[in-house]
């Protein structure tokens, strides 16, 4: 069992994310990670999904999800020549004894502290989701008031360009 990844570029309609999740849930998949996000194209959107399984599992998700009328294109994202990414924004208390402690492990993921008010200050951090998964483990000693994570957003090394008709 493993992480995959798979972005589908599918028509920009209304209901098509429903769709995509309902496939997956219909089939008994589950979704990791879930990004949506618009391309150059208005009329098209990027789906970019993580899952977890083997091989045959993640095949027959290609396939299935292939199938939707909305989708495009389904491609396979492998980590070797892509850029995968995820942004957290994580919440600490600064009201803890060993808050420069914790300022050191920010600085050392290549976290930015991006807003101090009241009592605590806001992290933001763009990487790898390991490293992000990485960064977590590192900072569970602190006093965290509250994170947000958003899905993984991932795009092909080089020139690589997708022609939709």
């Known amino acids: 069992m493993k992480k995959q990844c798979m972005v589908l570029l599918v028509q920009n309609n209304s209901g098509v994310l429903a769709r995509v999740s309902s496939m997956f849930m219909q089939r008994g998949f589950n ?8 391309t150059d194209n ?13 091989s045959r599992t ?6 299935q999800t292939g199938k939707l009328v909305e ?13 995968i990414r995820e942004l957290l924004l994580i919440k600490f208390s600064s009201d803890q004894e060993n808050v420069e402690e914790l300022k050191k492990i920010i600085a050392e993921f290549g976290a930015n502290i991006i807003d101090n008010t ?3 200050f806001v992290a933001e951090l763009t990487e790898d989701p390991t490293k992000i998964d990485a960064f977590l483990e590192a900072v569970k000693p602190f006093k965290l008031v509250e994170l947000c994570r958003s899905g993984a957003t991932a795009l092909e090394r080089g020139l690589v360009s ?3 008709n």
Not at 42 to 54: A, E, F, K, L, Y
Not at 71 to 82: D, G, Q
């Open 118 to 120: 009241q009592g605590c």
């Open 31 to 38: 979704i990791d990670s879930l990004t949506v996000s618009s």
């Open 42 to 54: 208005p009329h098209i959107s990027r789906i970019t999904v993580v899952t977890t399984g083997d």
């Open 71 to 83: 989708t495009k294109m389904i491609f396979s994202v492998e980590p070797a020549f892509s850029l």
């Open 162 to 164: 997708y022609e939709i």
């Open 58 to 63: 993640f095949s027959q998700i290609m396939k």
